[in-house]
């Protein structure tokens, strides 16, 4: 079992990047039309992150316990998410339908149409599958797709370590057959595929981070004692970062959408990997570490939570109504004060609340050595 390590400041750090590149992505930053590439981020994190706390989990305690899981999962992700939804219905007539139509109103029961696709998680098959997110709130299409992955893979891994069967293997098989199907799926195209939303063919990455928390602890016991790898490999992931981010900017996601995909989980992967291994803290770890970095990356769940309904409703209607006109650099900055300020509201006033409430479902080690340690970074 690898050994257990304390909250990892410069992955927050990481956070605060990917959610940086998907609001500059909305907000039509010049380019950065590939800032999607921040979800691709978050994606091999989470899978990397729940990886890392399960397999640690079932080291002490030979089991894990499910129910509790899924209890800090919703702990975590549903009060932030359910109070959105509450405050988009005073301008309900505005997120039922997409886009947003802001002279006829239209009736409620369209909005909490909208909204049970989003509260029940299941946005990323309206969108893959239809192609219509029945909505302004379509965005919550990755918060679907991770919370199926946390449904699938838990009890997977859970049976995949009582059998002794490799957990490597497991998830490596799954990362190839959700890239085949993305890449089989995605075919020639002239914009973004469906396969961009599917959860067959976008798992790959969730899948990749979870191979990633198995083969890096092997990984650190051999490289502990080199202080130049961590520079190497996080710096050799944040140019592929950039690099993948210009060429998706320049196609337009194109035909070589599957390539940029994979070109963009691997690159996630690597700097990962850059964080966390080696001797000595990488140059982009501390830099990461800082303050703002952080700061922005503990709020970074809402902030993706607020994007759409700040940048691309909320925002705009009232810049319309009263007759405002910016250059992209205004309109931007003013829709990133008000995310941030919206989501340290959320922070502070409902998901810290909720986070407290998370120790009561820890899982309590079996051996008395291991009580009062904890599980990595939080998630």
């Known amino acids: 079992v690898p050994p257990l390590m304390n909250h990892r400041p410069e992955l927050d750090g990481l956070r605060a990047l990917a959610v940086l590149l998907v609001i500059g992505s909305h907000l039509a930053v010049p380019h950065m039309s590939g800032g999607w590439i921040g979800v691709d981020v978050f994606f091999v994190l ?31 992700l549903y009060p932030a ?18 886009p947003p139509n802001y002279t006829k109103a239209v009736p409620f029961t369209g909005y909490l149409h909208t909204v049970g696709y989003g509260a029940f998680y299941l946005e990323d098959l309206v969108l893959g599958y239809t192609g219509n997110p029945h909505g302004a709130l379509g965005h919550t299409w990755s918060l679907a797709l991770e919370e199926q992955f946390y449904l699938l893979w838990a009890p997977l891994l859970w049976l ?19 890239t085949i199907s993305l890449i089989v799926g995605s075919g020639p195209n002239s914009g973004l595929p469906l396969t961009y939303y599917r959860p067959d063919s976008r798992a790959n990455e969730l899948f990749l981070g979870c191979l990633l928390a198995v083969v890096l602890p092997r990984m650190q ?8 790898i961590a520079n190497i490999y996080s710096f050799g992931g944040l140019i592929g970062l950039v690099g993948v981010e210009l060429f998706s900017d320049m196609m337009s996601r194109r035909t070589l959408f599957p390539l940029e995909e994979v070109w963009a989980g691997l690159a996630a992967a690597l700097l990962i990997a850059g964080l966390t291994v080696g001797a000595k803290r990488s140059i982009v770890a501390r830099v990461l570490s800082t303050w703002p970095a952080v700061s922005i990356g503990r709020i970074s769940y809402g902030m993706y939570l ?39 509201a ?14 009561f479902f820890e899982v309590v080690p079996t051996s008395p050595a291991l009580a009062g340690q904890h599980a990595p970074t939080r998630t």
């Not at 922070?347 to 409430?357: D, G, P, S, T």
């Open 306 to 344: 607020w994007l759409v309904p700040i940048a691309s409703v909320l925002v705009p209607y009232y810049f319309f109504k009263w007759g405002w006109r910016l250059q992209w650099w205004g309109y931007a900055l003013v829709c990133l004060v008000a995310i941030i300020a919206v989501a340290s």
């Open 346 to 359: 959320s922070y502070f006033l409902i998901e810290k609340r909720f986070l407290r409430l998370k120790r």
């Open 160 to 178: 995949t370590l009582k059998r002794g069967w490799s957990v490597a293997k497991m998830a490596g098989t799954l990362m190839v057959a959700s």
């Open 81 to 98: 998410l359910i109070t959105m939804f509450l405050v988009c219905a005073i301008w309900y007539q505005h997120f039922a339908t997409w």
């Open 221 to 228: 016991a051999r490289l502990s004692t080199d202080r130049g």
């Open 46 to 76: 989470s899978g990397y992150l729940i990886t890392s706390i399960l397999v640690r989990e079932y080291g002490r305690t030979s089991t894990i316990a499910l129910g509790r899981f899924y209890l800090r999962r919703i702990l975590r």
